[in-house]
């Protein structure tokens, strides 16, 4: 069952697309946000791609938040 599969084997449904939808979501809710535009491409472009995996959709996301925090924070070198 759903419960005993491996977070790493957890494939996502592009058949659904609901990408755009979350995407348009973020944009009336942030557009108006000092750092938005900043970050909207990155966003656009990351619900446009179908991926197979979470875990790799997973580790985009973490990757590139590592490195933003990194613009702000400096413990993000002990964190990698």
Do not use: P
């Amino acid at each position: 069952g759903y419960l005993e599969t491996k977070f790493a084997d957890i494939e996502i449904n592009n058949q659904v697309n609901c990408g755009a939808k979350h995407f348009k979501t973020l944009v009336h809710a942030y557009k108006t946000q000092k750092y938005f535009s900043r970050y909207e491409a990155f966003f656009e472009d990351i619900y446009q791609k179908d991926w197979l995996k979470i875990i790799h959709l997973n580790k985009v996301l973490f990757d590139f938040f590592l490195v933003e925090l990194g613009n702000f924070c400096s413990f993000n070198k002990v964190i990698s």
